[in-house]
Every structure is written in C-alpha cells, then in structure tokens.
C-alpha cells in the first residue's frame, strides 16, 4: 500500500500495489471473492484490521490505498476504523468516487486512495482534515509512491525509474509490471521498489490486478512465503446475470 503504478493498455487496464508494512503485522490472506451487499469483491484480506489495501468490485470498478495524504504525518491511534475498512465501504457503494464526497473522515488516519469507477481513473486524499478529490488521465500511466515512507526527492527518483521503464515497454504485460515492482531501483534497500529498512519495514507483497473488459484477473506475490497466487472474477454487466 505504498507503491501503487496505473498502466493502460490497448486491452486492459493494470493497476498494481507494493505492500510496504512493518515486519511484526500479521501475514495477509491471499485475494478471495467475498459478497458484500452491494456485490461480489475480489481482495486480500488484512488480518489484524479486516480490511483491504486493493480490491476489484464484480461490476468493475476497483480501488487502491496509499498511506498518508499529501506529506509525512505523525500517527495519533486510536482511530475510529481502518483505512482498509474506509476502503471496501467506498467500494462497496459501487460509486466509489462519488460516495468519497459525503462519507465521514474524521478519526481516520490520513490516506490516499485511487479509484478506477466506470472506465475513468479518479485520486481521492484525506490529510486528517480536509478532503481532495480529481479526475486523472486515464490514458496515461501514473505512480505514486506513499508520503509516510519516501520523501519528495525519493518519491521524483522513483518517478524517474517509471519513466525510464516505460520507454522500454511501450504495451507491457501483467507479468512484465510485476516484475518492475520487483526488481526496480538503483541498490538502495530503504527506498528500491522493493524495499526493506533493516528487518523493520518491508515489502512484504505485490499485487497486481488487470482489469479488462469482461473478467479482473489479481496476481498477488507474498513475498514472506514466496508464493503466487492467482484469483479471477468475471465482471457482470449491468442488467445482466445479477
């Protein structure tokens, strides 16, 4: 939840997630379909919180979380609820964006979240006091990198690499964005894409979900366990199948 890159293709759309945490959390359960009452909702599931940093609702949309707003803030717990938790119940309103709007902030650690709602890519921020909210270039790729772990230098340095990698890989497959979440960087353990800071924080997954037409397919890397899982759900049409 603290490297997030959005790539379009001519097909699908990928939209993929570096989970930075601290090693003593909890290990993940890998994405599986739950219903919520607004549908079907493909994610991994946080165990300490029960929420989410990534899902993919079966009508299409999806979402993303960052931790942190616009800079590095000072954690004041308790909170009122997980950020992972603001993430479904945005999702689950299935107008993520526009429920962003009225939905009440106040207890919750800052965050950002990045939203893919009907074919159009939106960026949502919650500093701890006020909320923003824009439309982005859907047809364009775009990085973030978390404000709570990388400053602007570093957050510009990765920016850089980004671009860099893209220039060789002009119509990238999943595969191919797994594998700069990997494998990118210049040797600098505390802020390489995949990153650890003496055993403390980590990466400790990646997951990465391409949305085309007709089905979500998640590829999710745990990289504690080093294993791979593969999850899909098929997109349902409105006024057909449901």
Known sequence: MCT???IPTPDKI???SN?????????????AVYDLPSGRLLFPKDIDAGGTWIAAHENGNAIVLLNGGWVAHTPQPPYRKSRGLILLDLLDSTMPYQYFSPIKLEGIEP???VIWEDGQ?????????????????????HI???????????IARRKQWFDNWLSRHRRPFQEDVLH??????????????????????GTVSVTSLAISPDAMVMRYLDLRQQQTFTQELTIEKIGVGR
């Open 111 to 113: 965050f950002t979240a």
């Open 121 to 141: 890519l939106y960026e949502c921020r919650w500093d701890g006091t006020q909320k923003y909210a824009q439309q982005l270039d859907a047809s364009i790729p």
């Open 180 to 201: 700069f979440h990997q494998f990118t960087g210049d040797g600098d353990a505390h802020n390489d894409l995949l990153m650890n800071r003496d055993g403390k924080v």
């Open 14 to 16: 990928i939209l993929t």
């Open 19 to 31: 989970r930075d945490e601290q090693q003593r959390r909890s290990q993940a359960i890998p994405p």
């Open 4 to 6: 997030v890159t959005f």
């Open 144 to 154: 973030w990198s978390s404000v709570t772990l990388y400053g602007p230098d570093i």
